[in-house]
């Protein structure tokens, strides 16, 4: 198991998991706009409610399924099947302007193994966060805490192996 926790740049509203260097939005409509989670070829969209700022994100790696957590410390929750090309150096965790810039160092040298990955996201702080930006109190630029457990939204994703690419599922909506 692997574990690493910062920041992540988000904009417009998502960043993404990414597998490879062929990765395409080709697909992501197949979820509901208002989902958490939608996936592509060697990629997954993760939806925010914070914009041109960041989120914290810890992200942690299972050699199997890890349990659910506690659903009640989370707004929502999603999982959905993923199978990630990593041809030739797989990149994940990266904001939506350019891979591997607005990311913390300990997010940056995050890597998955090529494969069939099943990825389970939780939010937190989304209402705050979407509040902040209304009343234009989002941190931005420089603003931005150092520590990432500072900024309203937080996520969580956990990754696993898995053989079968299973349908998405919705755990807390």
């Not at 890597?111 to 069939?116: E, F, K, L, R, V």
Request: aromatic share 12%; net charge negative.
């Amino acid at each position: 198991m692997e574990e690493r926790y910062g920041r992540i740049r988000v904009s417009p509203f998502q960043f993404y998991i990414c597998g490879g260097q062929s990765w395409d939005f080709q697909g992501t409509e197949q979820w509901p706009a208002a989902s958490l989670l939608k996936t592509g070829k060697s990629l997954v969209t993760v939806a925010s409610t914070t914009d041109a700022s960041a989120v914290g994100l810890r992200a942690v790696t299972h050699e199997s399924e890890p349990d659910v957590r506690d659903l009640n410390e989370w707004e929502r929750a999603e999982e959905v099947s993923a199978a990630f090309d990593g041809d030739p150096d797989p990149y994940f965790l990266v904001p939506f302007q350019n891979p591997g810039v607005g990311l913390d160092p300990d997010l940056e040298d995050f890597y998955i193994a090529p494969g069939s990955w099943r990825v389970r996201a939780y939010v937190r702080g989304s209402q705050h966060a979407y509040d902040m930006g209304l009343a234009g109190t989002i941190p931005k630029g420089d603003d931005i805490p150092s520590d990432p457990s500072a900024l309203p939204e937080q996520f969580l994703i956990d990754f696993w192996p898995v053989t079968s690419l299973d349908p998405a599922r919705v755990l807390k909506d």
